[in-house]
């Protein structure tokens, strides 16, 4: 079956960084463009940046372009976010998405890992 399992998030001070990883499996992985989306309490989940499936093209946020970084590894099946100079409005559940438009579009979710960024 289909998964996406993030990991790596968790509790930071304000201008650290932290790394996110998203392992997937059950499909194949070089078909798939791969996001990464955040949502925050209160607010409606906003997408952070993605890559497509060969990796050779990447688009952000403005709110997080120069500080994350996506990249992804088709052998290893595995999409990374790298967070950089943290904010605390940076807070937010990630979760990790796979989508393909191949007659029609097929989305596929992670559960979603916490970071919160604290001082």
């Known amino acids: 079956q289909v998964q996406l399992v993030e990991s790596g998030g968790g509790l930071v001070q304000p201008g650290g960084s932290l790394r996110l990883s998203c392992a997937a499996s059950?499909?194949?992985?070089?078909?798939?463009?791969m996001n990464w989306y955040r949502q925050a309490p209160g607010k409606e989940r906003e997408l952070v940046a993605g890559i497509t499936s060969t990796g050779g093209s990447t688009n952000y946020a403005d709110s997080v372009k120069g500080r994350f970084a996506i990249s992804r590894d088709n052998a290893k099946n595995t999409v990374y976010l790298q967070m950089n100079s943290l904010k605390p409005e940076d807070t937010a559940v990630y979760y990790c998405?796979?989508?393909?438009?191949?007659?029609?579009?097929?989305?596929?979710w992670g559960q979603g890992t916490q970071v919160t960024v604290s001082s």
């Open positions: 059950g499909f194949t992985f070089s078909n798939y463009a």
């Open positions: 998405n796979a989508r393909r438009r191949v007659l029609g579009t097929i989305n596929y």
